[in-house]
């Protein structure tokens, strides 16, 4: 460890705790800076990367600061230079959602951004797209293995005749029957699965796979005119829908050529789209952790909020989420909303979600993993203020809640209200109208979907190297002193430019897709 340079981070001077930066972590009798005082401090244990030290005596029942913000209490006495763990920290209460300051922040100055395009596809709505996909929408779960065997069939034999189209996808899930359909939480899943049915890389087009005896009919998951489907004709009342049960079908191979000849005229349709040149502010952007450690707050998520705000001036829109991840700075949301109706919306959803978890006996602590843990994340406080950090500085203009699409107007930074489960969360987000995902991790994974093109960032340059045909973007460079907050949020930020105008992602190139996973917090029959 000679030739060792030993690297903490002390995220505000008031913390009395900084993470070790070194890769394997810092021994025992390590000297790191001092800091406040001009001794230099002793390590007395060996702490593991990403974890915190105590950078001064910490009594009993004394606050631990990071971010500047109390993390929890110590639970025994720590020495200067100690391991500050999980076990060592009594987390602090949640915050009550009155007395919390309503939009009293003055939004940041800031000048326009202008100049910016991308090559996208401009749908008749008016939305744009960053792919061009066939999306085939089902029902119930029960026809999820037809029609994976019907778009394995339709890429080898009809996709190479139409060069045009990036991908088709079949939009399967687990929800549809056994579930109580009447119930009032149940218009979540219906309305995610029928949003995510018009996001804008599917151009318009909706094709539908029902098996006949669900309890989500076709009818019911679209209603007739509902909303506008460009191409029907002036005949028909519905989308295209193939139903297994029907008696036309006889034999397997009949419902794959059903689904396969259904398939042909939107494909076609879909052939007709070009990339042109549309402005920044067409797009929308959903930004997500997971797999998060000590450094998501350090790295990644400061990086994609520079580039958050600097999507927002050039008038996009972007979207963060997890409503658990961010509980613990609701008065940092509700002080930064443009209004006091949208910080009373703010305070709407995350009260929902604290009643949803309290109907199943856990609370926002149960949020944090092993993986979060082992990366040096306390608790759900110290995790929260490291997520929020991705939302960037601008004004919450918007709230959206669970399941819901942005409307037109609604531009700016947004905050729609998920779970914090990353396929949850994303699958939510691409119901809301998401043509791009940034995904910032620090553990690691594979997470990606076939809906939406998905940027993983690293938190750490140990990751991004060992996963180095996964990640698209180390921003643990801002660690190594390699880079700074502001130089990768521009990185980023021209990342996503390249990605959306066709660029794939590590994702892509491998075809790495999670399921959707549609919340459910009405009963199951």
Known sequence: MADVIPRVIRMHASDNVAIVANDGGLPAQTSIIGFDQSDPITLIQKIPQGHKVSLKNIATGDAIKRYNVIIGCAKENIPTGAWVHEKLLEMPKAKKFNDL????????????????????????????????????????????GVVSHAVEKIKKDLLVLYPNVDDVVGLEHSYGCGVAIDAPDAIIPI??????????????????????????????????????????????????????????????????????DSAKPHLERLQQRLRETVPVSELVVGVQCGGSDAFSGVTANPAVGAATDLLVRAGATVMFSENTEVRDAVDQLTSRAINTQVAQDIVRELDWYDRYLERGHVDRSANTTPGNKAGGLSNIVEKAMGSIIKSGTSPISHVLTLGDKLKPHQKGLVFAATPASDFICGTLQLAAGMNLHIFTTGRGTPYGLAACPVIKVATRTELATRWYDLIDLNAGLIADGQSTVEEMGLQLFEMMLDVASGSPTWSEKWKIHNSLVLFNPAPIT
């Open 191 to 260: 309305r995610t699965l029928r949003h995510i049915s018009r996001n804008p890389n599917f151009g318009g087009e909706v094709m539908v796979v029902s098996l006949g005896c669900e309890k989500l009919q076709p009818d019911r998951l679209l209603p007739p005119g509902s909303f506008p489907i460009e191409h029907l004709k002036p005949s028909q009342t519905r989308p295209d829908t193939v139903c297994l049960q029907d008696a036309e079908h006889v034999g397997f191979m009949s419902m794959i050529q059903n689904i396969v």
């Open 101 to 144: 300051p309503m939009a009293t922040q003055k939004a940041p100055t800031t000048v326009p951004l202008e100049g910016y395009t991308f090559q996208g596809y401009r749908n008749a709505d008016g939305s744009v797209g960053t792919r061009n996909i066939l999306a085939i929408t089902t029902t119930v779960q029960c026809v999820a």
